[in-house]
């Protein structure tokens, strides 16, 4: 037992065996499996805080094959979302991908390690859906302007970036996945409490 355990948190390529093999089993250009609340595994791994993605982890080719699986699924039609974390894909590592809604043309952005370092006072009500939790809906207090620090995919390079709107919303709501926080936790009452 001790040994299955051994081997399903050892390091391949800078992911758990048991990440790299999911990685690995993704068939290219087809959406990766979402996990859910409805599922008590997939749970405990949206639940868990994930580690931060190392310097060394862009050079392996799960790398690249979790970057595309990511983009393909939160760009799935049948399931189309605005964002997506790498937890939700079965895998613990701090990755979001991000829809840009204040850049021309609307693409997805990656962003490794990111981390809120500024947040506006000002905050604002936002009807939010999440594609770990299917069918719910619910409204979220989110601050208007954040600014947030994170790890570029291709060189790694520390940068920082300030975000409002609707970007920041979708950024404040993927990066709480990588602390294991999902939005219903913060779903406002009836009275508007929270």
Known sequence: ???????????????????????????????????????????????????????????????????????????????????????????????????????????FGIYLNPRITEASVGLVRSEEGCLSIPDARGLVMRHRTVTVEYNDPGDFTLRSETVDGFTAIVFQHEIDHLNGILFTDKIMTRNGED
């Open 1 to 107: 037992m001790l040994l299955g355990l051994i081997t399903a948190c050892s390091p391949v390529n800078g992911f758990t065996e048991r990440e790299a093999n999911l990685i690995n089993s993704q068939p290219e250009g087809e959406p990766m499996r979402l996990f859910t609340v409805d599922d008590e595994q997939d749970l405990l791994v949206l639940r868990r805080s994930c580690d931060p993605v190392e310097a060394s982890l862009p050079g392996f080719p799960e790398y690249g094959r979790l970057l595309r699986g990511m983009l393909t699924t939160v760009s799935d039609p049948a399931n189309a979302g605005v964002g997506i974390a790498a937890p939700q894909v079965g895998i613990s590592k701090r990755i979001i991908a991000v829809q840009r809604f204040d850049i021309d043309g609307e693409p």
